[in-house]
C-alpha cells in the first residue's frame, strides 16, 4: 500500500513546464534563483525573483516552480525554494564564458530526469518536434 502511494505521489510531481513563459524568462527566473542562493538568501520566493527575472506578473513566476523542482532544478526550502548545486554550477559556468561546459552539464542533469527520458524517447520515435509538441 505504501508503494502504491509513494507511486501516486510521484506522478503528481510530474508537472509539465508552464507554457504562458518563455523559456528565456524561465532561464532568467532560474538564474535569480541561483544569484540569491549565491548571496545566501534562504527561502526564496516567488515574489522574490519576479523582479529580478523582469517578470510583472508574480502569479506566472510561481506557476513556473513546480516544473522545475520536478526535475531537480529547483528545490523545496522553508516556505520557499533554493536553486539546487546543477542550477548554481550551470549559471556559474554561464558567467565565466563556459558556455559548453554548462550545457553539458545541463544535458546530463536533465537525461536522468523523467522529463529528460520522456523528451528522449519522443525523438527516437520522431526526429523533429515543435516547441508545441
Given at each position: 500500500m505504501r508503494a502504491v502511494a509513494r507511486q501516486n505521489?510521484?506522478?503528481?510531481?510530474?508537472?509539465?513546464?508552464?507554457?504562458v513563459v518563455k523559456i528565456e524568462k524561465?532561464?532568467?527566473?532560474?538564474?535569480?534563483?541561483?544569484?540569491?542562493?549565491?548571496?545566501?538568501?534562504?527561502?526564496?520566493t516567488y515574489k522574490d525573483v519576479a523582479p529580478l527575472a523582469g517578470i510583472r506578473s508574480k502569479t506566472?513566476?510561481?506557476?513556473c516552480l513546480k516544473f522545475w523542482c520536478s526535475i531537480g532544478l529547483l528545490?523545496?526550502?522553508?516556505?520557499?525554494?533554493?536553486?539546487?548545486?546543477?542550477?548554481?554550477e550551470f549559471f556559474r559556468k554561464l558567467t565565466w564564458g563556459d558556455k559548453d561546459g554548462a550545457w553539458s552539464l545541463m544535458r546530463r542533469h536533465l537525461a536522468r530526469?523523467?522529463?529528460?527520458e520522456s523528451v528522449i524517447s519522443a525523438f527516437k520515435v520522431r526526429?523533429?518536434?515543435?516547441?508545441?509538441d
Open positions: 505521489a510521484e506522478e503528481k510531481e510530474k508537472v509539465l513546464p508552464f507554457h524561465q532561464l532568467y527566473i532560474l538564474k535569480a534563483f541561483a544569484e540569491l542562493r549565491e548571496k545566501g538568501k534562504v527561502g526564496v506566472n513566476v510561481s506557476a528545490e523545496k526550502e522553508n516556505r520557499g525554494y533554493r536553486a539546487s548545486d546543477v542550477t548554481v530526469t523523467w522529463f529528460g526526429a523533429s518536434m515543435s516547441e508545441d
